[in-house]
């Protein structure tokens, strides 16, 4: 059996049945760190703030985002570990519950949850949200070949598709003409007044002190596809024209490898990795400079909070998210992927001439802030603002 606890709010054990039918479930895979279940933390509270309760329903307990979990929200264990044996749990949770509609995110669990709506008695509408480019992905492992192989099948049986940003949304037309009336491209709700707010919270890192040299920002987990290599190799060549630091915000398996990077090119006092960060947005307001350098992305949630600061950006102009969010070009600097040198000089070109960029703030404000994307996500389940 799945197991249910209920964070904040104890009194919700006791949910009436008047209640229960204005909860809303939403699925990801665990509270570890990442970009897709910080998003999903996000909509839980907008959702929470019109009315609605929220089921946060995960395939295992613990992780760091257990930090910042919304007041309020109930967390659902299924304790599956693996997507697919979560399963069984799931359609139980379903058919108890009865939620208003499902959301999932990220591949493997949006095939799980399009399997348990449709075996659930009676179905529950599910939608899911596609936030990495399908075709573009690597499928490194079997399991990542079979989901992207089960997409097509069980996205048909959605109430529908959620692509956050154009290239997404043409790459599940690649992998199947047929999902092309499901699909809807909607901005991630990743702006909240609660965000820009905590931007104004005090940092304890040194490096941001009055005084001090330009700060160079990075955030993401530390894996392969984020290219921080990249950035610190071309972070060495901005050093060696003038003082600046690097501060890469995250945790993952890559971390040994870049620390090894930062050594051998002997910039070991102007590079820190501090690891997670629960409020990065303090960081984000007072970088001179935010650097996102993915090989890969689905619309990259960390270069649109930067630039809801106001702070000058730099990105890989890789072929899903950060070309549609700085529009071409016009509220930021794209660089090829991969491309240290062409880095490098994106970088110094904002160092020399330091500004913020208020078009930039305005303009992801108004495209991601979380009242008008969650009003998109429930209009694609049927439900009215």
């Avoid at 295992?60 to 599956?80: A, D, T």
């Avoid at 090829?336 to 078009?359: F, K, N, Q, W, Y």
Wanted: include cysteine; aromatic fraction near 6%.
């Amino acid at each position: 059996m799945f197991s249910e606890t209920v964070e904040r709010l104890e009194q919700r054990n006791l949910v009436s049945s008047t209640s229960r039918n204005r909860t809303i479930a939403i699925l990801i895979p665990s509270l570890r760190a990442g970009g897709a279940e910080r998003a999903m933390l996000l909509f839980a509270t907008e959702l929470m703030q019109r009315g609605y309760s929220v089921d946060l329903v995960v395939n295992e307990r613990g992780g760091v985002l257990e930090q910042i979990l919304p007041q309020g929200v109930r967390v659902v264990n299924l304790r599956g570990q693996r997507a697919i044996r979560a399963l069984p749990g799931l359609i139980r949770y379903l058919n108890s519950t009865k939620p208003l509609v499902l959301y999932a995110t990220i591949m493997h669990m949006n095939v799980i949850a399009a399997l348990a709506g449709r075996l659930s008695n009676p179905r529950t509408p599910v939608v899911v949200r596609e936030s990495n480019a399908p075709v573009s992905e690597p499928k490194r492992t079997f399991s990542r070949w079979m989901t992207y192989k089960l997409l097509p099948i069980a996205y048909r049986w959605t109430r529908g598709v959620i692509a956050v940003s154009d290239g997404v949304a043409h790459e599940l037309r690649e992998v199947d003409k047929k999902l092309v009336p499901l699909v809807r491209v909607i901005g991630t709700p990743v702006i909240s007044e609660e965000v820009l707010r905590q931007g104004a919270e005090p940092i304890m890192h040194p490096w941001f002190q009055e005084g001090e040299p330009p700060v160079v920002l990075g955030a993401a987990r530390l894996q392969s596809h984020k290219g921080f290599l990249t950035l610190i190799r071309a972070f060495a060549k901005v050093r060696s024209m003038r003082p600046a630091r690097l501060v890469i915000l995250g945790e993952g398996p890559d971390r040994e490898r870049l620390e090894r990077e930062v050594r051998l090119l002997a910039i070991t006092e102007h590079v820190s990795l501090p690891g997670f960060v629960s409020n990065p947005f303090p960081y984000m307001r007072s970088a001179r400079v935010f650097v996102l350098a993915s090989e890969y992305e689905g619309l990259p949630n960390v270069l649109i909070q930067a630039m809801a600061f106001g702070t000058p950006v730099v990105a890989t102009n890789c072929r899903c998210g950060p070309s549609e969010i700085l529009e071409g070009g016009r509220y930021g600097s794209l660089v090829p992927v991969g491309d240290v040198d062409a880095m490098a000089t994106a970088i110094e070109r904002l160092l020399a001439a330091p500004s913020r960029r208020e078009a930039a703030r305005l303009s992801v404000i108004e495209r991601f802030g979380t009242a008008k994307t969650t009003s998109a996500y429930l209009s694609v389940a049927g439900i009215g603002a």
